[in-house]
């Protein structure tokens, strides 16, 4: 079945460091999401990508989706402590129209 | 407007016993998610529905689970004769229609069985 794989399992930087997640599928997707979870919360959306090497910025989190449409990544310049938290990717394939296969997560950690 | 709701929030039992966890989700929204996540792990995907049907049940991990949803809204995730590694946060979902849409999470049930 799908797999969705996600690296690095934990990331430790410093405030004002750069960070970048990646996100890797064993198929071609039909889209991709990402997901924030703050510690003790529940994944909440941030962004989706739908087309072959789409690029999408918020502020200081730039997503991309490959040209191939099986992997993506997360960058955040110049973290801040409110950018700690776990972020998932999670796939839509061909065959599994509904079902999202989440990766394992990111967790950030920033130290002031 | 409301979020995803679940109920309850935090239920402790003996292992062996029937637990059911409730989610109420977004009015309006055809599909609906339930998810697992175990302690620092990412999220497993148990169920899927559309309107009341589940066209997709192979995340659930053993016929001890099971959910239905009625007039397309509550949905319940029923866990009969829990063990101890069922022992983990139970999130739902919803979304407007059940194909490219995002999913809005409601705040889980965390269930612990002793």
């Known amino acids: 079945g799908q797999q969705v794989m996600q690296i690095p399992q934990y990331q430790h930087v410093q405030e004002g460091e750069d960070f970048t997640t990646y996100c890797n599928s064993s198929?071609?997707?039909?889209?991709i999401q990402w997901y924030k979870q703050r510690p003790g919360g529940h994944p909440v959306f941030l962004i989706q990508?739908?087309?072959?090497?789409e690029v999408k910025k918020q502020k200081r989190l730039t997503f991309q989706f490959g040209e191939a449409k099986k992997n993506s990544s997360l960058h955040i310049t110049a973290t801040q402590t409110t950018d700690v938290g776990t972020y998932f990717c999670?796939?839509?394939?061909?065959?599994?129209?509904?079902?999202?296969?989440f990766g394992q997560g990111t967790i950030l950690t920033v130290h002031p | 407007g409301a979020g995803v709701s679940q109920s309850p929030s935090n239920k402790v039992t003996e292992k062996g016993k029937d637990v059911e966890l409730r989610c109420d989700p977004i009015?309006?929204?055809?599909?609906l998610y339930w998810y697992r996540q175990s302690l620092g792990q990412g999220l497993e995907f148990l169920i899927y529905?559309?309107?009341?049907?589940?066209?997709?049940k192979s995340g659930l991990p053993s016929d001890r689970f099971s959910a239905e949803r009625t007039g397309g809204s509550v949905s319940t995730l029923t866990i009969q004769r829990t063990q101890q590694e069922d022992s983990a946060v139970y999130l739902c979902?919803?979304?407007?229609?059940?194909?490219?849409?995002?999913?809005?999470f409601g705040p889980g049930t965390r269930l612990l069985v002793l």
């Open positions: 529905f559309q309107g009341n049907s589940a066209p997709d």
């Open positions: 009015s309006g929204h055809t599909a």
């Open positions: 990508l739908v087309k072959s090497g």
């Open positions: 198929t071609t997707l039909s889209n």
């Open positions: 999670a796939g839509r394939g061909g065959t599994s129209y509904g079902k999202l296969t």
């Open positions: 979902a919803s979304s407007l229609q059940w194909d490219q849409e995002t999913q809005y």
